[in-house]
């Protein structure tokens, strides 16, 4: 049996806790900073996203906030503190919560009520008519003036 990444349970607790609440405004998305491989005869590396770019990336009605979950004995690295501080500097929220108390808490402090307020009636039938189609996008893209 595999060990689970203590950080990785932070992640999908707060990922579960975004959805429930702000399901059709809101996702937490996971990405992997760093470089690799694009394919395996790939004759060099490249850069996905730079070092010290937060591991999740919360989107919320419009606004961005740079998310880097630990644990309760993790501590941040150099690299996220010197993105956090690069972040910040742009305008844009980059935290550092160890529960989705916590996580809750950065999103109150760093928007407005507006943008943390519970989707209304409004807001979820647009969601589930932008859904409808999961597999084609383009229909609903359309009707909204984006295409």
Not at 63 to 88: C, D, F, H, Y
Not at 137 to 142: G, I, K, N, V
Request: contains cysteine; aromatic residues 10%.
């Amino acid at each position: 049996m595999s060990k689970v990444n203590p950080e990785s349970k932070v992640v999908a607790d707060m990922r579960k806790a975004v959805s429930r609440r702000w399901c059709g405004v809101a996702a937490l998305y996971r990405s992997q900073a760093g470089s690799g491989f694009p394919s395996k005869k790939s004759p060099s590396r490249i850069e996905f996203l730079p070092v010290g770019w937060p591991d999740t990336t919360l989107l919320i009605r419009g606004r961005i906030m740079g998310v880097e979950a630990k644990t309760k004995t993790g501590r941040p690295e150099e690299s996220q503190l010197k993105m956090a501080r690069n972040w910040r500097l742009w305008g844009v929220p980059y935290v550092f919560p160890r529960s989705v108390d916590e996580l809750m808490e950065a999103i109150e402090t760093e928007f407005p009520p507006e943008v943390w307020a519970d989707p209304t009636a409004e807001e979820r039938d647009r969601f589930r008519q932008a859904m409808a189609q999961k597999d084609d996008p383009r229909a609903w893209l359309t009707a909204e003036g984006f295409l």
